[in-house]
């Protein structure tokens, strides 16, 4: 058995790239106590590239003010041996919240060239960024959790930035989409919590977009590489009012412009967006050839124009492998709307989706315009293999009788399996 002498030695004979590796990959608390493992150990923590802070790092079971006071001074500490460049740098501790410390922490990180920022505090107030974070020309990655940002009237944009993250942080919307604008390389960008009355993306960039809060209107101006699009809405009745007053198309107007789409998430409300001034779908031009992966969250098969963007997004997008899909469904005035005539001439038209290989409905109440949607994907997708469909848990009675009638609808291909998935009482 080997001694702690022998053990020593083999610490101390690691070659120092390995020790480098090794020290990148520990928390910043556990890299800093191996100096005591041995003299060529001492202090080699200062040099690592990566510092990151979190709350994992300091015991929960102090009082906050003693938690808060001990994680300011190991920082402090921190920073103030660090001997080398720091290229990532992340502070994710609630408790820090509206701690004056931090604005010296990141001028002091203002003159290290910094790649990557990382900055989540607390939800009860908001954090006013010092100025000199605009500064950090070297940037490629920041993200920003309850944060205010004001930049200053010298900022002329991050030119390396390529991925940017705001959530439940506030700005002027003009702040917002000049910072946009002025990121050239930006590929990613999310935007959560907001609320504005408009937004303008122009990033010639962008292959990653996800927007979440309350928006009357989105205006995708400049995203022609745009790959992944994300997008939910919080409806108030200022937006609801909003959207009836509305006459141009939505769908044309957000979707016109990303001609290489392979994913698009309708999150809540943005199905009901993007109806706003729909047309008949089988008359709307423009083909999504690239897009694989549809998501469509909580569309209300009670409103035709709805169940015409499903409708148009699928049969007009050839490769087509992966389509989910949530109801949200009033079942008394879909039982009203429906409209026999309609579906008819959907179920006549000669369209396909042939590659569409797994569909998902989930959240299906049963009602009429429910079954002939899924009826009409049945019969336009030759290369389907399986459709999952999982009742709303409001369907008590009847599940059995929808999944005979789904069992009879025709299929365009062989191999098609339907899985009806009740949860068991």
């Known amino acids: 058995m080997e001694n702690s002498e022998d053990s020593g030695d083999v610490f101390s004979n690691l070659p120092l790239n390995i020790i480098e590796c090794i020290l990148v990959r520990l928390p910043i608390r556990d890299a800093v106590r191996t100096s005591i493992l041995s003299s060529k150990w001492r202090y080699r923590w200062t040099t690592i590239p990566q510092l990151e802070f979190d709350e994992m790092q300091f015991p929960t079971t102090s009082p906050l003010m003693i938690i808060r006071r001990k994680a300011i001074n190991f920082i402090d500490r921190v920073l103030l041996l660090h001997n080398?460049?720091?290229?990532?740098?992340?502070?994710?501790?609630?408790?820090?919240?509206?701690?004056?410390?931090?604005?010296?922490?990141?001028?002091?990180?203002?003159?290290?060239?910094?790649?990557?920022?990382?900055?989540?505090?607390?939800?009860?107030?908001?954090?006013?960024?010092?100025?000199?974070?605009?500064?950090?020309?070297?940037?490629?990655?920041?993200?920003?959790?309850?944060?205010?940002?004001?930049?200053?009237?010298?900022?002329?944009?991050?030119?390396?930035?390529?991925?940017?993250?705001?959530?439940?942080?506030?700005?002027?919307?003009?702040?917002?989409?000049?910072?946009?604008?002025?990121?050239?390389?930006?590929?990613?960008?999310?935007?959560?919590?907001?609320?504005?009355?408009?937004?303008?993306?122009?990033?010639?960039?962008?292959?990653?977009?996800?927007?979440?809060?309350?928006?009357?209107?989105?205006?995708?101006?400049?995203?022609?590489?745009l790959i992944t699009l994300s997008i939910g809405l919080y409806m108030t009745d200022d937006i609801a009012e909003h959207l009836e007053e509305t006459t141009s198309c939505n769908l044309m107007g957000i979707l016109g412009c990303v001609p290489h789409l392979e994913r698009l998430v309708a999150e809540t409300y943005f199905v009901k967006y993007l109806s706003v001034g729909m047309l008949p779908w089988n008359r709307l031009s423009g083909t999504y050839n690239h897009l694989k992966h549809l998501e469509l969250f909580q569309v209300g098969f009670e409103d035709v124009d709805e169940i015409s963007v499903a409708l148009y997004l699928i049969v007009n997008s050839p490769s087509l492998e992966e389509l989910q899909i949530s109801g949200s469904s009033d079942i008394e005035i879909a039982d009203e709307s429906f409209d026999l005539n309609f579906w008819e001439m959907q179920h006549s038209l000669d369209c396909s989706s042939p590659k569409l290989r797994t569909v998902k409905m989930i959240e299906i109440s049963g009602v009429q315009n429910e079954l002939e949607f899924i009826k009409f994907v049945l019969g336009k997708s030759p290369a389907l293999k399986n459709m999952s469909i999982k009742p709303s848990v409001y369907v008590k009675e009847g599940g059995w009788e929808m999944l005979v009638e789904l069992l009879r609808f025709p299929r365009a291909s062989p191999q098609a399996r339907i899985l009806y998935m009740q949860d068991q009482a």
């Open 84 to 225: 080398g460049p720091i290229l990532k740098f992340k502070l994710s501790i609630a408790c820090l919240q509206s701690c004056p410390d931090i604005d010296q922490w990141i001028l002091y990180l203002s003159r290290k060239d910094i790649k990557e920022f990382t900055l989540r505090l607390d939800d009860s107030e908001w954090y006013k960024v010092p100025s000199c974070l605009f500064s950090f020309q070297q940037l490629t990655h920041l993200e920003l959790l309850r944060c205010e940002l004001q930049p200053p009237p010298t900022f002329k944009g991050f030119s390396n930035l390529k991925y940017l993250t705001l959530q439940q942080s506030f700005s002027e919307n003009d702040i917002i989409e000049s910072l946009i604008s002025s990121c050239p390389l930006l590929e990613h960008f999310t935007l959560t919590y907001w609320d504005a009355s408009s937004i303008q993306i122009s990033a010639p960039n962008l292959k990653y977009l996800r927007l979440e809060g309350e928006f009357k209107d989105i205006y995708l101006k400049n995203t022609p590489l």
